[in-house]
């Protein structure tokens, strides 16, 4: 196979599995920090009683979800990265 061939590679089962693969990580990652982060403006929005609860001190439930979006920020990156060493791997195996 000519490895300029561009519709030679996406034609390969192997490649159809993998790109499958790639856009529902991709979907999971999107819909599940997008969920998280309109919490916060719904939470924020139709429950302020709720986030204002204080937990230690001047911590409140609110100011601590704001914060977790960092965190969870960082996980989403770090699961992306950990599952395109995956994908790097196969799709290298597919061409060479």
């Known amino acids: 196979m000519n490895l300029t ?7 390969l089962n192997e490649f159809e599995i993998e790109a499958a693969r790639h856009r529902r990580m991709l ?4 819909t599940a920090f997008a969920l998280f982060y309109f919490g ?4 924020a929005a139709y429950f302020p009683s709720l ?4 937990l230690v001190g001047r911590i409140n439930v609110g100011m601590l979800f704001v914060v977790s979006q960092y965190l969870f ?13 995956r994908t790097d791997t196969v799709m290298h195996s597919i061409l060479f």
């Open 51 to 54: 986030c204002a609860i204080r």
């Open 5 to 11: 061939d561009d519709a030679g590679v996406a034609a």
């Open 73 to 85: 920020g960082c996980l989403v990156a770090w699961i992306y990265v950990a599952r395109m060493r």
């Open 40 to 43: 916060l403006l719904v939470a």
């Open 27 to 30: 979907t999971f990652l999107f």
